[in-house]
């Protein structure tokens, strides 16, 4: 069993930055497969980004250059690091790990408005 605590979301103008915290309850980044997902008003939920245990990762390509996923094993907690928002990367966003079955965030909000 796993348990995730995210945070650093919110408001923030377009061209803004934040960083997205996820705190797992247990140390699973370093052998599991992670990543962050989204689902916009009306849209079906997303991929954003992806590092497997090895440390490669792959990213959605309107996110590409912009976003960034990282993660600290000593702390248990994965990161995404966005820069450059635009208001289309308003959504809410759940951070993921793949083990025996698969493990989600509560989800949380940002938006990008002026």
């Known amino acids: 069993q796993v348990q995730f605590v995210e945070s650093g979301g919110g408001l923030v103008q377009p061209g803004g930055s934040l960083r997205l915290s996820c705190a797992a309850s247990?140390?699973?980044?370093?052998?599991?497969?992670m990543g962050w997902y989204r689902q916009a008003p009306g849209k079906q939920r997303e991929v954003v980004a992806r590092?497997?245990?090895?440390?490669?990762?792959n990213y959605l390509e309107s996110v590409k250059d912009r976003f960034t996923i990282s993660r600290d094993n000593a702390k248990n907690t994965m990161y995404l690091q966005m820069n450059s928002l635009k208001p289309e990367d308003t959504a809410v966003y759940y951070c993921?790990?793949?083990?025996?079955?698969?493990?989600w965030g509560q989800g949380i909000q940002v938006t990008v408005s002026s």
């Open positions: 993921y790990a793949g083990g025996p079955t698969a493990y």
């Open positions: 247990r140390s699973i980044f370093s052998i599991y497969a």
């Open positions: 590092m497997f245990s090895g440390g490669a990762t």
